[in-house]
């Protein structure tokens, strides 16, 4: 639909009310040359500033009866409902060119000028989609708005400031009082008394001296530029570098410590550590200390090594063993021979060297193994 807007008037209602309007009179043509006479027609006002750039308000209105009207409507802007801003912003602070900033619609802010103009866009949809009728300029603000604010100052009521005749007349040494409510005159005694808190000092009475000495490392106090100085070069970023290095260089046995005589981290050993803290891994053969387990030598709790406390009556030759000094009992504790077996030997070979006499028997024929008269076993070779 093609609309004409022909007429671009405007006045102000409600000059007085706490929600001023502008009044709008306009009149629409269809393409065919007839008027617009819908029964429901929704308008939209929006204002912006000067340029069309930043929208300040807008105001929509709807249902709308315009039937037997031959095109006419009067509307005031403001009598809508603002859908735009969402704050307490009223029609009459958006056109005001002092100690005024508005929001925009989509972002940044407006701050009129003196002398700065508003455009009033209007649209109107019937039914049949949106239609944008030529924008309004209002030049000036207009007077009845500005009217309703005749009785402010810088936007503040009579009731925000104090008169001359709020004031007492007060004596020489009094001075004014303000209770919440009222002004009144009261005598100055002066200062009688100072608490104050550590660790700032005072020297008491009517009229002391305020002090804070320095701080100690027991005491608070202010800091002095000396111990600025010392407390800014310990962070540093140099500083603090040399010493993440002196700390990264520390062996897997060391652990890193603060050295307070020289104020820089450092490593030492790691001590008093408990091997039953140890729940899991292999200990290296080299943390074992510098002994080798063999039959002779091993490896005590203490971490030392040492040879077994074990004594033996037989020597060692190479393989062999021998023993020189008794009999051997197997079986028996108190052997008579050489070997004195109690109890049953199992031998594969027997190997004698000469002739050999048991328990008293004379051999007679060699290679022969028999018992004497009493029953004694004898062995001849």
């Given at each position: 639909m093609c609309a004409l807007f022909i007429t671009s008037n405007f ?371």
């Open positions: 006045f102000v209602q409600a000059a007085r009310s706490a929600q001023s309007s502008i009044g709008f009179k306009l009149k629409i043509i269809k393409p065919d040359n007839t008027p617009l006479e819908a029964n429901s027609v929704a308008f939209r006002f929006t204002v912006t500033n000067p340029t069309g750039t930043c929208v300040l308000y807008i105001d929509d209105q709807t249902g709308v009866n315009m039937t037997s009207s031959n095109g006419i409507a009067v509307l005031r802007l403001g009598d809508g409902t603002k859908t735009y801003p969402s704050d307490s912003t009223t029609l009459d602070k958006v056109f005001k060119n002092f100690s005024n900033t508005l929001n925009c619609q989509g972002g940044g802010t407006y701050g009129p000028a003196s002398t700065d103009q508003r455009k009033v866009i209007v649209q109107f949809n019937d039914g049949s989609g949106w239609q944008t009728l030529p924008s309004t300029t209002i030049t000036s603000n207009p007077f009845s708005l500005s009217s309703g604010n005749s009785e402010l100052f810088a936007d503040k009521a009579l009731t925000d400031f104090l008169l001359k005749a709020d004031f007492p007349t007060c004596s020489a040494g009094q001075a004014l009082f303000f209770n919440g409510t009222a002004l009144s005159c009261v005598s100055s005694g002066g200062i009688t008394s100072l608490s104050v808190t550590a660790p700032i000092a005072s020297t008491g009475g009517a009229t002391p001296t305020l002090s804070m000495a320095a701080a100690t490392s027991s005491v608070n106090g202010y800091l002095t530029s000396t111990d600025w100085t010392t407390f800014n070069n310990k962070v540093s970023q140099t500083a603090y570098s040399a010493d993440l290095a002196a700390v990264a260089s520390c062996a897997a046995y060391e652990k890193p410590y603060w050295n307070s005589g020289t104020d820089l981290w450092a490593c030492t050993n790691i001590d008093q550590l408990n091997a039953n803290k140890i729940t899991a891994g292999t200990i290296a053969t080299a943390r074992l200390g510098s002994g080798t387990a063999d039959g002779t030598t091993f490896l005590r709790g203490d971490g030392t090594w040492a040879a077994p406390g074990i004594s033996s009556q037989w020597t060692t030759t190479g393989s062999d063993i021998y023993y020189n000094t008794g009999n051997v009992g197997i079986g028996n504790t108190s052997p008579s021979t050489k070997l004195h077996v109690t109890g049953t030997a199992t031998v594969t070979n027997l190997v004698v060297t000469d002739n050999t006499v048991v328990d008293g028997a004379a051999c007679s024929t060699a290679g022969t193994i028999g018992r004497d008269s009493a029953g004694d076993l004898y062995i001849c070779k």
